[in-house]
């Protein structure tokens, strides 16, 4: 007998090895399952969660699911006694008890992905861990105009990173918003997709500040997802400034499907 149970947290990835559990390795994972295994006397539960993030990648809405041996804890308690246990980079935000069906990754109708780039000439310190850097001119009119040519169904093929096991990448791009803070001298890049591909992101926002400094034709992503060729954007955003922000499990709502206006 066991319970499932599925969970919100938020994490500051900076000084975990990524979400997976890795031997020798700090992990979010690991650190929930250690946590687990103490409430349990010993027994071990499996953590499941929505997607992998990479070592120095956060998260605001990761979502995980896992099983919970013996008699029933209610969700407020679990949420107060996973978060008596973890570590300050770890909060859990929501707990809820869930029918056994629901997979927290094959459940999943989208995901919102965030990525943080500051265009300060030289690393601010204390923005280091949670943005990216690119310390050059763009032009943000440009990576949106370009941007909304990621919109719709395509192989994603050219932004996906060696070493990913997915072979279909066919995807659906619901959402892509770029915008400028300019009190923070950052741009801000929003993704809503049915599904993300090894390094996506951090690939796709590579391209963008290309075409936003000038570097590639403001046309120039249809010409790319046709190539299906991952040479075709050769570089990558650093890990840092990426953030899992939201994981959607009903339909992605309407205010978020500009694919609709295509």
């Known amino acids: 007998m066991s319970i499932r149970y599925k969970m919100t947290m938020a994490y500051d990835g900076h000084l975990f090895h990524g979400f997976q559990t890795q031997r020798n390795q700090r992990t979010v994972q690991g650190t929930v399952e ?47 006694a996973l978060n008596s246990m973890m570590p300050l980079d770890i909060v859990f935000r929501k707990s809820e008890i869930v029918n ?20 300060d000439k030289f690393t601010n310190p204390f923005k280091r861990f949670y943005t990216g850097h690119y310390p050059y001119p763009v032009d943000v009119s440009k990576m949106q105009r370009a941007a909304q ?19 279909n990448k066919i995807r659906t791009m619901y959402y892509v918003n770029v915008q400028e803070d300019k009190k923070e001298n950052e741009v801000i890049f929003d993704f809503i997709c049915s599904g993300f591909l090894y390094n996506m992101v951090r690939i796709l926002v590579a391209m963008l500040l290309e075409i936003g400094n000038g570097k590639r034709p403001i046309n120039d992503v249809p010409r790319i997802i046709k190539a299906k060729n991952r040479q075709e954007v050769r570089e990558t955003a650093q890990a840092n400034g990426l953030f899992l922000y939201h994981v959607f499990y009903e339909d992605i709502p309407k205010k978020y499907r500009q694919d609709l206006d295509l």
Request: aromatic share 12%; net charge positive; charged share 20%.
């Open 34 to 80: 250690a946590a687990l295994t103490k409430m349990t006397k010993g027994k071990e539960v499996i953590v499941q969660g929505s997607g992998r993030t990479d070592a120095g990648v956060h998260a605001r809405g990761q979502v995980i699911h896992f099983d919970y041996p013996g008699n029933i804890i209610p969700p407020k308690r679990m949420l107060f």
């Open 100 to 119: 056994k069906n629901f997979h927290v990754r094959y459940s999943t109708t989208g995901k919102w992905y965030r990525y943080r780039v500051s265009l």
């Open 149 to 167: 040519d990621l919109l719709g169904t395509h192989d994603f093929t050219s932004f996906a990173a060696s070493g990913g096991q997915i072979k």
